[in-house]
């Protein structure tokens, strides 16, 4: 058990629907990232926050957004949702320091018909 | 941006056997992650190794970062052990994010 917490595990939704995926870093853990991995794309980044700070962003959509809140949990928004959405969602949580170790959750598998 | 290779991409070995996983990458790294996603998709932790020698049980994993290339050493195999390996790594222009590799598919047969 990493300490990183996702929920849902599952979600099963429909195009043009919009889900939203959270994450509960590691006890003292600043740091939280989105990373997705797809079949076709395999694991990228998505975005990172830092003590409820956006600090990069990678390939994200624009419908696509997160946020963190002061309690350091984060939120992923998908909206419009498409078939190629489908794909295992991970968030990871890291110490203070810039290059510290990331920690991995479970994940959210989104399946959209 | 920078480029992350493993080898070999699929791996298929009997119980108790030993195997090397590599990975290539193109520049300078600040962070190097080994991690083990099982077949429930699970991510774990394996090693964070931006240099240098660790281990840890039948595990281990050697980075030599002047030469670009790190090194996951899994000995006596058990079915346990089946899974992609993924090597990740924070480059120097990378923003805090891990770029991975495609993965080592390894399957142990007993």
């Known amino acids: 058990d990493s300490g990183v917490t996702q929920t849902p595990k599952h979600l099963i939704t429909a195009t043009g629907q919009r889900v939203t995926l959270r994450c509960s870093p590691r006890s003292g853990d600043l740091s939280v990232y989105w990373y997705q991995q797809s079949l076709d794309q395999g694991l990228q980044f998505l975005i990172q926050?830092?003590?409820?700070?956006?600090?990069a962003k990678g390939n994200i959509l624009e419908r696509f957004s997160a946020q963190q809140f002061p309690d350091l949990h984060s939120e992923l928004n998908l909206s419009s949702l498409e078939l190629g959405d489908s794909a295992l969602y991970f968030c990871?949580?890291?110490?203070?320091?810039?290059?510290?170790?990331?920690?991995f959750g479970p994940g959210t598998r989104l399946t959209v018909l | 941006g920078i480029q992350v290779e493993q080898s070999p991409p699929d791996l298929i070995l009997q119980e108790g056997a030993n195997s090397t996983l590599r990975c290539n990458f193109s520049?300078?790294?600040?962070?190097l992650q080994w991690f083990h996603q099982n077949p429930w998709g699970q991510l774990i932790n394996l090693f964070y190794?931006?240099?240098?020698?660790k281990q840890n049980g039948r595990l281990s994993a050697t980075t030599v970062a002047t030469e670009r290339y790190s090194l996951l050493y899994i000995s006596s195999s058990q079915t346990t052990d089946s899974g992609v390996y993924f090597c990740a790594v924070v480059g120097m222009d990378s923003n805090y994010q891990l770029i991975w590799g495609a993965g080592t598919k390894l399957i142990i047969k007993p």
């Open positions: 990871a949580s890291s110490g203070a320091g810039s290059y510290n170790e990331q920690f």
């Open positions: 190794i931006p240099s240098g020698t």
């Open positions: 926050y830092y003590n409820g700070e956006e600090r």
């Open positions: 520049d300078s790294v600040n962070n």
